[in-house]
């Protein structure tokens, strides 16, 4: 009844001309002008900020050109926090993917209370990160922490792991494999639940081993599966900096400063915001390029059913 | 060529018996059907002996070996599922040649057998295709294609016609039954659909909640069949059961031996329902329905006084407390007899 109703209303909107194109922008207004306030705006007025000087009391905002990005290819500590975030990347992506994956075809097999092993996998992800890296914080403490305890019982020395610019770093990596394995798996899980269990038997009949059928056949259709989580993954990689602040403040001497981290400091505790937007725009500038590469690479060896 | 025995096995879910102490044997080189009605164990008995489900008692000898406790693989056995099971990113020659690739086959004698099974089955000029690329019946003859390039001895069907259309069920039906024969392979094929059955087996087996019902030749189900399950199993419309007053015995004649006339057990149209070559007719027999097969176009009004007579060796007698057939009876009731024998 009211789909019939709207739908005479609807012609008889279409019959007045331009008052049909009104009705659709009106539609869209709410959806675009969200949009637009929260991400279009910004991202464009971040570019802009990044072309003048930081504001201060009396002085208003001055065009300076490329003279921050100038700056920053002078800055030491933009240098180091861009390679560690490299460092980061490598250190965590394909080890978290490669567990994700480990993960996902152990419990997708038939075996005894793997209900509670896919909820024990995917806890990591519920918890707040904040909460995470507390519990890791305690693991990695000097003497008493679970890792050092544990180290000696072989009878290492007692480390400082987060305060050792050698060691601080890799710390931060293992905390986010930990985290986003279990995330990760899930994406993997509900791919490999698509694959008929048939495949497998016809497999099987022909003699080939699990590892052949997994390498020959599960692996290349997971493909986008894997290639949609990278994505995620390279993303995350950038832009989740919760446990930095909690574990190790970037310290010790930015050892552990991620990109990220950086602008958070340099925008939010020395409030020099240009410089931040400039960092912002390189950022952005890194992702998409990531991004781009990704979808254009992968996507021509990746199988869509 | 390779002779398939079943020896009463079983298998058992928790509490229901899926296949219960089933035996049989399939002939080198035969077609055998295992018939039946969803849920029946058809599936499962193939999956057993495909080793795909391991049997819960009983054993399997596949041309003379026991492959009871053997993995699929070294069953010497080849196998089409329902759903083709293909592998979606390899191409069709891929999918043909996974099992050689397995097995290292060398590329030479891949190529040419591949070649070979490709020309033979009509997917020459497919083979570069993805099999979302090809239309149901395409990816039949290449799931047909990847289990006659082993060269097993031995081929397993199960419901291998019924995601395809009528015409080309008919089609393939003619092509799967010249191959096997060509090929010499045994042949056990899963079906739910009676005309595949008698069109194609050496041998039928019907089963019916994980036994079996009869285990014969396509003619002799149709002409002897054992029980009422059977015998209403085979033949459209189905054979009809009726009592005729009697308690003992239920009485089974089939709609195409049924004469309609002047002469015979008095009944009531109640509907004719016309197919062409045939028209098939509604009978009410006291408070019994009888369908009659009547050749070429009869027009009955709902309602009409008619006679029902048949030929005394077109009966069929089941004991109608164990639905078993009974061949022993002999002397039918003198009052039937006088009415119906025409």
């Known amino acids: 009844m009211t789909e019939l109703a709207a739908g005479t209303i609807a012609r008889r909107r279409t019959g007045r001309g331009f008052i049909p194109s009104i009705h659709g922008w009106l539609l869209l207004l709410p959806a675009a002008v969200l949009l637009v306030s929260f991400t279009h705006w910004p991202t464009a007025a971040t570019i802009i900020d990044s072309f003048f000087s930081t504001p201060k009391g009396a002085r208003p905002a001055v065009f300076v050109g490329v003279e921050n990005y100038e700056a920053m290819l002078d800055d030491p500590i933009f240098w180091r926090a861009l390679w560690n975030n490299v460092v980061y990347c490598i250190g965590t992506i394909p080890a978290s993917i490669a567990l994700a994956l480990l993960m996902a075809v152990f419990v997708n097999g038939r075996l005894a209370g793997r209900g509670f092993l896919r909820l024990a996998y995917f806890t990591p992800t519920v918890l707040p990160m904040i909460a995470v890296a507390n519990i890791w914080l305690f693991f990695f403490s000097p003497s008493y922490g679970l890792v050092d305890q544990v180290t000696a019982l072989f009878g290492a020395p007692a480390r400082n792991w987060l305060g050792d610019p050698s060691t601080a770093l890799w710390c931060i990596v293992v905390v986010t494999i930990w985290k986003e394995a279990g995330f990760f798996m899930i994406f993997y899980l509900a791919a490999l639940q698509q694959i008929s269990p048939r495949l497998a038997e016809a497999a099987a009949l022909e003699g080939a081993s699990r590892w052949y059928f997994f390498r020959r056949i599960t692996f290349p259709l997971l493909m986008p599966t894997t290639l949609f989580v990278l994505v995620n993954a390279v993303i995350n990689a950038f832009r989740l900096v919760d446990h930095i602040v909690v574990m190790t403040r970037g310290g010790p001497d930015n050892a552990t400063a991620l990109l990220l981290f950086y602008i958070y400091e340099i925008g939010f505790k020395f409030w020099d915001t240009s410089y931040a937007a400039t960092l912002t725009v390189v950022l952005l500038a890194i992702l998409a390029a990531v991004a781009i590469g990704q979808f254009l690479f992968l996507d021509r060896r990746v199988h869509y059913q | ?342």
């Not at chain 2, 085979?234 to 004649?253: A, C, F, H, Q, Y």
């Not at chain 2, 097969?293 to 007579?309: E, I, K, N, Q, W």
């Open chain 2, 1 to 342: 060529m390779a002779r398939i025995e079943v020896d009463s096995v079983s298998k058992v879910w928790g509490a229901t018996r899926a296949v219960d102490g089933v035996s049989f044997a399939a002939g080198a080189g035969s077609l055998l059907v295992l018939l039946g009605p969803s849920g029946c164990g058809k599936s499962t008995t193939l999956r057993l002996i495909a080793g795909l489900e391991s049997v819960s008692s009983g054993r399997i000898r596949i041309g003379g070996t026991d492959v009871t406790d053997l993995p699929p693989a070294k069953r010497q056995i080849a196998m089409v599922f329902q759903s083709y099971a293909l592998f979606p990113h390899l191409t069709v020659a891929e999918n043909i040649v996974f099992g050689l690739r397995v097995r290292r086959t060398g590329a030479a004698e891949r190529r040419e057998r591949l070649a070979r099974v490709a020309a033979l089955l009509g997917l020459d000029k497919l083979l570069d295709r993805k099999p979302a690329q090809l239309s149901g019946g395409q990816q039949q003859r290449v799931a047909l294609g990847r289990a006659i390039i082993a060269e097993k001895p031995v081929c397993l069907m199960d419901e291998p016609l019924s995601n395809l259309d009528a015409q080309l069920r008919h089609e393939m039906r003619r092509e799967i039954r010249a191959l096997q024969q060509k090929l010499g392979i045994t042949m056990v094929y899963v079906t739910h659909d009676q005309t595949e059955a008698m069109s194609m087996a050496d041998q039928v087996i019907l089963m019916r909640e994980g036994r079996i019902e009869q285990d014969a030749a396509p003619a002799v189900l149709y002409a002897k069949p054992a029980t009422v399950f059977a015998a209403r199993f085979i033949g459209t419309p189905p054979m009809n059961i009726l009592s005729l007053g009697r308690k003992d015995l239920l009485l089974g004649i089939r709609p195409e031996d049924v004469i309609l006339g002047d002469r015979g057990i008095e009944a009531q149209v109640e509907s004719a329902e016309y197919l062409g070559a045939d028209t098939i007719v509604a009978c009410r027999v006291g408070g019994e329905l009888a369908l009659v097969r009547a050749p070429g176009r009869v027009d009955f009004a709902s309602g009409a006084p008619t006679r029902l007579s048949w030929r005394r060796d077109a009966i069929h007698w089941f004991d109608a407390a164990t639905g078993r057939r009974r061949d022993d009876v002999t002397d039918a009731p003198q009052d039937l007899i006088r009415e119906t024998i025409a």
